[in-house]
Nanobody, 123 residues
């Protein structure tokens, strides 16, 4: 069964850190670009970060640059999102997703999605 499963979400105070994980199964993980997206209450889902197949290229939305780090471990079929210096505006459901070819930021280019993990940052 092809699926993505996120974990690591939770409640944290502003200025704190969280590390999200996304484990893939049923696909050749090292052939996919991986992305993280988020959806805050009442807002549309938005791009957060993406990483290419071998981890040597990444891209971030401006609002998280310098605070979030995306990485991957192909041996574990896992992509991570390290989130530091968290702000209340980072509160959202975070999703990981697969992209077949290139680093992209548009949701429509991503194929397989996880169920999401809730992150809540208290101020």
């Amino acid at each position: 069964q092809v699926q993505l499963v996120e974990s690591g979400g939770g409640l944290v105070q502003a200025g704190g850190s969280l590390r999200l994980s996304c484990v893939a199964s049923g696909l050749r993980f090292n052939e996919y670009v991986m992305g993280w997206f988020r959806q805050a209450p009442g807002k549309e889902r938005e791009f957060v970060a993406t990483i290419n197949w071998n981890g040597d290229a990444t891209y971030y939305v401006d609002s998280v640059k310098g605070r979030f780090t995306i990485s991957r471990d192909n041996a574990k079929n896992t992509v991570y999102l390290q989130m530091d210096s968290l702000k209340s505006e980072d509160t959202a459901i975070y999703y990981c997703a697969t992209e077949r070819d290139f680093i992209r930021v548009a949701l429509i280019d991503y194929e397989l999605w996880g169920q999401g993990t809730q992150d809540t940052v208290s101020s």
